[in-house]
């Protein structure tokens, strides 16, 4: 039953979690008020939440995720942001992000909301991200109505 049931989790971590799980990627301004992008695929936890919190620790990396991200959402966060001139949407490389403007030429613009809990109360996607700017960390929901420190 054991094999069995490692057999089940790998398949659903696999082919279940990692399909369009979406989410809101957002960032809290000084003055409390969000700007936050669309993320199309791996919004668990284990997915995007993981990637924020190895590799988007500073300021400056956060910065250019957002500027990325704030133009039409993405498709992925990886380790990397910029990848070599044939990466594409089409032509992903490895731990490279892809965003839906840089990489398919899309334009959307980024939803606001007033605060921490207007964002709480009218994200629509399974997962919500949010960076605090003024203590320099992530937190998650994940519609439980409260947030938490990844």
């Not at 971590?13 to 000084?30: A, P, Q, R, V, Y």
């Not at 990886?78 to 594409?88: I, P, T």
């Not at 998650?140 to 420190?149: A, R």
Request: aromatic share 16%; proline share 1%; charged share 30%.
């Amino acid at each position: 039953m054991s094999e069995f049931k490692n057999y089940f989790y790998k398949k659903i971590n696999e082919d279940i979690l990692t399909e369009s799980t979406k989410s809101m990627i957002g960032i809290e301004h000084s003055n409390g008020s969000i700007e936050a992008f669309y993320c199309h695929n791996d919004g668990y936890l284990g997915g995007v939440g993981k990637n924020l919190k190895s590799y988007y620790k500073d300021d400056k990396k956060v910065k250019e995720l957002f500027k990325l991200g704030m133009v039409a959402g993405a498709s992925t966060i990886e380790k990397n942001l910029e990848g070599s001139k044939y990466h594409s949407f089409t032509n992903p490389e490895n731990d490279t992000s892809i965003f839906y403007g840089r990489d398919r030429g899309k334009n959307q613009r980024p939803e606001k909301f007033k605060d921490r809990n207007d964002f709480l109360r009218n994200y629509d996607q399974s997962y919500a991200y949010l960076y605090v700017e003024k203590e320099s960390v992530w937190y998650y929901t994940d519609g439980d109505n409260d947030w938490t420190k990844i």
